[in-house]
């Protein structure tokens, strides 16, 4: 199977009929909105595959009807699960952290900054900390900085704004 990526949590039902409201990992609706198939489970390696149609995006979560769980009892049953998709249903130019975490920067002249080593979520974008023999330094996840991202080659490209 593919890998399949978390993208939230069911924390509650939402009326009778079997409607769920899940906590979102998502930085971007745009997985959401054309999300059609997901896996529930306690754990990536336990899931169970359901027919989805999300039928609200909020800020921090979404409301989704299950095929098959039609009643507030069988919901139920799922709160405290996970919901995962296949990595393959992430839209283009999106990456999740475990992807980024590790990652070498790079500048544009070719030289090596260190690792990414944790992700600062700041609201209106993340700060990738890179931990080198200079010690830390904070990229803003900005298009004019980030120039490239390589996952299987496990490198980003940056252009640093001045002073950085």
Do not use: Q
């Not at 989704?64 to 296949?86: K, N, Q, T, W």
């Not at 080593?117 to 900085?145: H, K, R």
């Amino acid at each position: 199977m593919n890998s399949l990526l978390e993208i939230g949590k069911i924390v509650k039902t939402s009326g009778l009929k079997g409607r769920l409201k899940v906590l979102s990992y998502c930085e971007s609706a745009e997985t959401l909105e054309t999300l059609e198939n997901a896996f529930i489970g306690k754990d990536s390696e336990h899931v169970s595959s359901f027919s989805v149609r999300v039928t609200g995006i909020k800020r921090g979560s979404f409301s989704i009807d299950l095929e098959g769980v039609e009643s507030v009892e069988a919901a139920g049953e799922l709160i405290g699960r996970y919901m995962f998709v296949p990595s393959k249903n992430l839209p283009d130019g999106y990456y999740y952290w475990k992807d980024i975490i590790g990652l070498d920067i790079v500048t544009e002249e070719g030289l090596k900054l260190g690792r990414i080593t944790t992700i600062l979520p700041t609201g209106s974008s993340d700060v990738y900390v890179c931990s080198g023999s200079e010690g830390e330094t904070f990229i803003p996840a900005f298009d004019d900085v980030v120039k490239e991202i390589d996952i299987e080659k496990g490198v980003m490209v940056v252009k640093l704004p001045e002073g950085l």
